[in-house]
């Protein structure tokens, strides 16, 4: 094994380092927010489109999946899946996002002095979707020269 790779967080060179340490922010990030899933359910639930049944329980089962895909995407063994995982979740919530932005609910959980802010902010999330998603799927892709991928990209193409 090179001194450029370690099998338990992959490449350690400067843009290895920069990736690993995105991911570990972003993990961060979904675990925080998964918590808060249960400390403010009530407000989380408001942003849960009416045609979907049984708001609060939705809010409690995407908490969970973010504390889970948050701390899953910290592990090399887990990285992979956790990020794909994210991405769907970030697909799945979208809705929610759009019923925000289209229906005003945002306003309704700030004060009326914020609720233009909260506005903008609903309608620039949509976009800055895309961007998670972009940022979840990079780290869903295999990395060269880390652990197990990398071993079976190898064995792949000496055996042909």
Same mark, same amino acid.
């Given at each position: 094994?090179?001194?450029?790779?370690?099998?338990?967080?992959?490449?350690?060179? $400067?843009?290895?380092? @920069?990736? &690993?340490? #995105?991911?570990? *922010?972003? %993990?961060?990030?979904?675990?925080?927010? =998964?918590?808060?899933?249960?400390?403010?359910?009530?407000?989380?639930?408001?942003?849960?489109? $009416?045609?979907?049944? @049984?708001? &609060?329980? #939705?809010?409690? *089962?995407? %908490?969970?999946?973010?504390?889970?895909? =948050?701390?899953?995407?910290?592990?090399?063994?887990?990285?992979?899946?956790?990020?794909?995982?994210?991405?769907?979740?970030?697909?799945?919530?979208?809705?929610?996002?759009?019923?925000?932005?289209?229906?005003?609910?945002?306003?309704?959980?700030?004060?009326?002095?914020?609720?233009?802010?909260?506005?903008?902010?609903?309608?620039?999330?949509?976009?800055?979707?895309?961007?998670?998603?972009?940022?979840?799927?990079?780290?869903?892709?295999?990395?060269?020269?880390?652990?197990?991928?990398?071993?079976?990209?190898?064995?792949?193409?000496?055996?042909?």
């Amino acid at each position: 094994m090179s001194d450029e790779t370690r099998p338990d967080s992959g490449p350690t060179g $400067p843009v290895g380092r @920069r990736k &690993r340490f #995105l991911r570990r *922010l972003m %993990g961060a990030i979904y675990a925080i927010a =998964g918590v808060t899933h249960f400390l403010a359910p009530e407000s989380f639930a408001r942003a849960v489109p $009416p045609e979907l049944p @049984r708001p &609060r329980a #939705l809010v409690y *089962l995407s %908490g969970i999946a973010e504390v889970a895909l =948050g701390l899953g995407v910290q592990f090399e063994r887990t990285r992979r899946a956790s990020a794909w995982g994210i991405v769907a979740l970030l697909v799945a919530v979208f809705p929610a996002n759009v019923y925000m932005a289209t229906d005003d609910v945002a306003t309704e959980l700030v004060p009326d002095r914020l609720a233009r802010v909260a506005r903008a902010a609903a309608w620039a999330r949509l976009p800055f979707q895309a961007a998670l998603v972009l940022w979840a799927w990079w780290h869903a892709s295999p990395e060269s020269g880390s652990g197990s991928d990398a071993e079976t990209e190898t064995r792949a193409g000496t055996a042909s």
